[in-house]
């Protein structure tokens, strides 16, 4: 039926397009977004999707977290982590307690560090990279996943230098990827109630346009579950969607459902696992560019992440340690999930799962020594 000159989705319309390979319009994304649009037949199509890309896999790897310091000169309305400089709750990691974090990732197996934190008023670029060399030249085979584009935004401003040198001179001290935070809302209605003097929508593109130009591998995220509409999750997710033509440098998306506890926007409620499922199931209809789509367990709970794998979902992230944004923020899931316990929830859920790196490629184990890995053959999807 034509409205407006336009024709008006459907359910048929739309799995017409799924299942021919189209690409699917703002309007598909806001009519699958409708309450009235049922959604398992949301979470139906988005599975199609996800079994064309990745088969029967389902993802996980071994992981810690290291966040050096809280301390922040931002004060993002969304976020419970941050500290002020001379607040009691700041903190500051010094050499020998972030060497020990490595250690601790290296005797427990992780293949990733996943490194972010607060923009620390008085600590210099150095600071920052020589985290990076130290761990790097301790532990070379950890995988060092580390710094939003804000963190690469903020090193512009310390340096004076480009984002390319940058991002090469962090190359150099051991950087192998970069995660998809700081991503939050793009649409600037939105951004400018949230983080409204952090890197922008525009600022945030070229940072990862830059990596991926330099062949490093970043993930993409999005920040829902607050103020904003399906409008401007759309427009997000879309804007991602272009980037990723242009390069194909994001690995994965994770959608990260706003935590309200202790943060500026507590008197919101947290988003649903309804709109969580529907959210990860319209992300993956939506990025039919980007190979993976994580649900991330610590932020969605563990039984919404496994119910997510039956809904778009191929990755539920890792073991992860240390976590500290999510959990200052009120998330009541536990501090690390077993590998077997990962496993178990993936074979539930009647996939297969695989231990990947973070660049997705298959970690084999000494079956005598679980701590010990290698990168084995190419994954066959
Ligand atoms: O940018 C902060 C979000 C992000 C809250 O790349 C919050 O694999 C909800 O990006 N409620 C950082 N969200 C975390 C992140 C991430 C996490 C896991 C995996 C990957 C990956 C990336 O966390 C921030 C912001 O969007 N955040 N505070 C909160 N109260």
Redesign the pocket.
């Known amino acids: 039926m034509p409205t407006n000159g336009r024709f008006a989705p459907s359910l048929d319309s739309i799995q017409q397009k799924v299942e021919s390979g189209q690409r699917l319009s703002l309007d598909d994304g806001l009519f699958l977004y409708r309450p009235d649009t049922p959604l398992h037949e949301v979470g139906r199509l988005a599975d199609s999707v996800r079994r064309r890309l990745n088969g029967n896999l389902a993802y996980y790897n071994i992981n810690t977290h290291l966040n050096p310091t809280n301390v922040c000169i931002y004060r ?1 309305t ?4 941050r500290a002020d400089l001379r607040d009691p709750k700041g903190y500051v990691m010094d050499d020998r307690q972030i060497l020990a974090r490595g250690e601790e990732a290296v005797q427990n197996g992780c293949t990733e560090l ?1 490194v ?1 934190g607060g923009l620390h008023h008085q600590k210099e670029y150095a600071w920052y990279r020589n985290l990076l060399e130290i761990l790097h030249d301790a532990y070379p085979q950890l995988h060092l ?1 580390a710094w ?1 584009a ?1 963190e690469i935004n903020w090193f512009e401003h310390l340096t004076g230098m480009p984002v390319r040198a940058v991002l090469e001179d962090l190359v150099e001290a051991g950087l192998g990827s ?7 809302i793009f649409h600037p209605d939105v951004r400018g109630q949230l983080c409204e003097h952090k890197a922008d929508a525009t600022k945030w593109f070229e940072i990862h346009r830059t990596a991926h130009q330099l062949g490093l591998r ?6 829902y ?2 103020v904003e509409s399906p409008f401007h999750r759309l427009d997000h997710l879309i804007r991602l969607r272009e980037l990723q033509d242009e390069t194909g440098g994001f690995q ?1 998306f ?1 959608p ?8 500026g ?1 507590s008197h919101l409620s ?1 988003p649903t696992a309804l709109d969580d499922l529907r959210t990860v199931a319209v992300s993956r209809l939506m990025l039919d560019n980007v190979p993976h789509i ?1 649900a ?1 367990w ?2 969605l709970g563990i039984g919404t992440a496994q119910a997510a794998l039956a809904y778009g979902a191929d990755d539920l ?1 890792g073991t ?1 340690r240390h ?1 500290l ?2 959990h ?4 009541v899931t536990p501090e690390t999930l077993s590998v077997d316990a990962i496993r178990r929830l993936i074979t539930e859920a009647g996939r297969e799962p695989v231990e990947r790196d973070t660049l997705y490629r298959h970690v084999v184990r000494d079956a005598e020594q679980p701590a010990q890995w290698q990168i084995g053959a190419p994954i066959e999807v």
């Open positions: 993002c969304f976020c419970a982590f996943h972010v996943k939003t804000v970069m995660p998809g935070g700081g991503a939050e970043t993930n993409c995220t999005m920040l579950g607050h994965t994770v990260l459902a706003f935590h309200p506890a202790n943060t926007l947290q994580k991330y610590i932020m992230d992860v976590e944004i999510y200052d923020a009120g998330a």
